[in-house]
Structure formats: structure tokens, C-alpha cells
């Protein structure tokens, strides 16, 4: 059973960065793909960025040019580097597979606001 833990969530101010981090157990990104998703209050999550088992990279259009997806396959974790935050971006950030299909994490709070 997978089990999937994000991190680096926070409060910052806009234009600034952030960087997440999700360590899955039980499941590989590296066989998978990987992917973040976001919860804004009050709307339903929705998907901003993936990287394939192979390695190609694509973004929701809302991000295109300020967020970076990564891995680390040795150490089985998903990067998400966020620049240029806008207030628009605050949400609930989770992980997951390309399809999100494995059972969800309790995600990290993104806040950009100044």
C-alpha cells in the first residue's frame, strides 16, 4: 500500500518561492510517473504539473514558466520548485501518480499572501 508524505508548505509572500517535497512508500515515481495536484478553498482539486517514467515534464498553463517538477529516484521523492508566487496559487499541495490513483496524503498548505 503506498503511502505518500508532502512537505514544505508555508506561508510567503507573492513573487516568492517555495520548494515541495513528497516521499512516497510502497510505490516508485520512478515506474509511474509523478505528479502535484492543488486544492484551492473551495474548488476541486485540479492537477498543475507531472513528469512521466521517462522523464517529460508538463505543466497547467496557470504555472507554465514559474514551477519546476522534479525527482530523485534513489531517494523515491518528487520535487515541485514554485517561483513567482501569486496569491492565486494558495492551496492545499498534494502528490501522486500521473493518474492519481493511489490513496491520497494530507497534503501541504501553499499560503501566499502578504
Known amino acids: 500500500q503506498v503511502q505518500l508524505v508532502e512537505s514544505g508548505g508555508g506561508l510567503v509572500q507573492p513573487g516568492g518561492s517555495l520548494r515541495l517535497s513528497c516521499v512516497a512508500s510502497?510505490?516508485?515515481?520512478?515506474?509511474?510517473?509523478g505528479a502535484w495536484y492543488r486544492q484551492a478553498p473551495g474548488k476541486q482539486r485540479e492537477w498543475v504539473a507531472r513528469?512521466?517514467?521517462?522523464?517529460?515534464?508538463n505543466y497547467a498553463d496557470s504555472v507554465k514558466g514559474r514551477f519546476t517538477i522534479s525527482r530523485d529516484n534513489a531517494r523515491n521523492t518528487l520535487y515541485l520548485q514554485m517561483n513567482s508566487l501569486k496569491a492565486e496559487d494558495t492551496a492545499v499541495y498534494y502528490c501522486?501518480?500521473?493518474?492519481?490513483?493511489?490513496?491520497w496524503g494530507q497534503g501541504t498548505q501553499v499560503t501566499v499572501s502578504s
Open positions: 501522486n501518480n500521473v493518474l492519481g490513483s493511489w490513496a
Open positions: 510502497g510505490r516508485f515515481f520512478s515506474m509511474n510517473g
Open positions: 513528469i512521466t517514467s521517462t522523464g517529460t515534464t
